[in-house]
Nanobody, 115 residues
Protein backbone atom coordinates (compact mmCIF):
# COMPACT_ATOMS: atom_id res chain seq x y z
CA UNK A 1 0.00 0.00 0.00
CA UNK A 2 1.28 3.46 -0.95
CA UNK A 3 -0.02 6.81 0.20
CA UNK A 4 0.64 9.79 -2.07
CA UNK A 5 0.33 13.47 -1.22
CA UNK A 6 0.70 16.12 -3.92
CA UNK A 7 1.62 19.74 -3.32
CA UNK A 8 2.82 22.78 -5.24
CA UNK A 9 -0.23 23.67 -7.29
CA UNK A 10 -1.63 27.17 -7.55
CA UNK A 11 -2.41 30.11 -9.79
CA UNK A 12 0.26 31.24 -12.24
CA UNK A 13 0.35 33.58 -15.21
CA UNK A 14 0.95 32.28 -18.73
CA UNK A 15 4.65 31.76 -19.29
CA UNK A 16 5.24 31.12 -15.60
CA UNK A 17 6.54 28.06 -13.77
CA UNK A 18 5.45 25.73 -11.00
CA UNK A 19 6.98 22.66 -9.40
CA UNK A 20 4.68 19.91 -8.18
CA UNK A 21 5.80 17.44 -5.54
CA UNK A 22 4.43 13.98 -4.75
CA UNK A 23 5.48 12.60 -1.37
CA UNK A 24 5.06 8.83 -0.99
CA UNK A 25 4.84 6.74 2.16
CA UNK A 26 3.96 3.22 3.19
CA UNK A 27 6.14 1.18 0.87
CA UNK A 28 9.49 1.03 -0.89
CA UNK A 29 9.31 4.08 -3.13
CA UNK A 30 12.27 3.22 -5.35
CA UNK A 31 10.61 0.17 -6.94
CA UNK A 32 7.57 2.06 -8.19
CA UNK A 33 7.12 3.71 -11.56
CA UNK A 34 5.78 7.20 -10.95
CA UNK A 35 3.61 9.34 -13.17
CA UNK A 36 1.71 12.60 -13.33
CA UNK A 37 -1.73 12.80 -14.89
CA UNK A 38 -4.06 15.74 -15.31
CA UNK A 39 -7.77 16.21 -15.68
CA UNK A 40 -9.45 19.38 -16.90
CA UNK A 41 -13.16 20.00 -16.22
CA UNK A 42 -15.34 17.83 -18.44
CA UNK A 43 -12.37 15.93 -19.85
CA UNK A 44 -10.75 12.57 -19.25
CA UNK A 45 -7.67 12.09 -17.11
CA UNK A 46 -4.59 12.11 -19.33
CA UNK A 47 -1.00 11.04 -18.78
CA UNK A 48 1.40 13.99 -18.65
CA UNK A 49 4.71 12.35 -17.80
CA UNK A 50 6.08 9.18 -16.28
CA UNK A 51 9.37 7.97 -14.88
CA UNK A 52 10.46 4.38 -14.41
CA UNK A 53 12.09 2.94 -11.30
CA UNK A 54 15.33 3.35 -13.23
CA UNK A 55 14.59 7.07 -13.80
CA UNK A 56 13.79 6.89 -17.51
CA UNK A 57 11.25 9.63 -18.33
CA UNK A 58 8.55 9.85 -20.97
CA UNK A 59 6.32 12.81 -21.84
CA UNK A 60 3.09 13.60 -23.58
CA UNK A 61 3.68 15.51 -26.81
CA UNK A 62 1.82 18.51 -25.43
CA UNK A 63 4.39 19.06 -22.64
CA UNK A 64 7.66 17.97 -24.25
CA UNK A 65 10.33 20.59 -23.84
CA UNK A 66 8.35 22.41 -21.14
CA UNK A 67 7.86 19.89 -18.32
CA UNK A 68 10.43 17.75 -16.54
CA UNK A 69 9.65 14.75 -14.35
CA UNK A 70 12.17 13.58 -11.77
CA UNK A 71 12.41 11.53 -8.61
CA UNK A 72 14.45 11.57 -5.41
CA UNK A 73 14.35 8.10 -3.91
CA UNK A 74 16.11 9.28 -0.75
CA UNK A 75 13.19 11.65 -0.11
CA UNK A 76 10.44 9.30 -1.39
CA UNK A 77 9.33 12.13 -3.65
CA UNK A 78 8.55 12.62 -7.33
CA UNK A 79 8.50 16.04 -8.97
CA UNK A 80 7.04 17.72 -12.00
CA UNK A 81 8.78 20.93 -13.02
CA UNK A 82 6.46 22.89 -15.30
CA UNK A 83 7.84 25.81 -17.32
CA UNK A 84 6.33 28.03 -20.01
CA UNK A 85 2.87 27.27 -18.70
CA UNK A 86 -0.12 27.83 -20.96
CA UNK A 87 -3.82 28.31 -20.15
CA UNK A 88 -4.49 24.87 -21.61
CA UNK A 89 -2.31 23.36 -18.86
CA UNK A 90 -5.03 24.28 -16.36
CA UNK A 91 -6.23 21.09 -14.65
CA UNK A 92 -6.13 19.05 -11.50
CA UNK A 93 -2.81 17.21 -11.49
CA UNK A 94 -2.65 13.72 -9.97
CA UNK A 95 0.34 11.68 -8.90
CA UNK A 96 0.33 7.93 -9.61
CA UNK A 97 2.53 5.11 -8.34
CA UNK A 98 2.47 1.78 -10.15
CA UNK A 99 4.07 -1.61 -9.56
CA UNK A 100 2.83 -4.53 -11.66
CA UNK A 101 -0.97 -4.62 -11.23
CA UNK A 102 -1.02 -2.27 -8.25
CA UNK A 103 -1.76 1.41 -8.88
CA UNK A 104 -2.16 4.19 -6.34
CA UNK A 105 -3.36 7.78 -6.67
CA UNK A 106 -2.95 10.99 -4.76
CA UNK A 107 -5.77 13.40 -4.06
CA UNK A 108 -4.75 15.88 -6.75
CA UNK A 109 -3.55 19.47 -6.79
CA UNK A 110 -5.11 22.29 -8.81
CA UNK A 111 -3.02 24.16 -11.35
CA UNK A 112 -4.57 27.26 -12.90
CA UNK A 113 -2.82 29.22 -15.63
CA UNK A 114 -4.48 32.56 -16.15
CA UNK A 115 -3.70 36.25 -16.46
Amino acid sequence: QVQLVESGGGLVQPGGSLRLSCKASGSIFSVYAMAWYRQAPGKQRDLVASITAGSIPTYADSVKGRFTISRDNAKNTAYLQMNSLKPEDTAVYYCNARLTANSYWGQGTQVTVSS
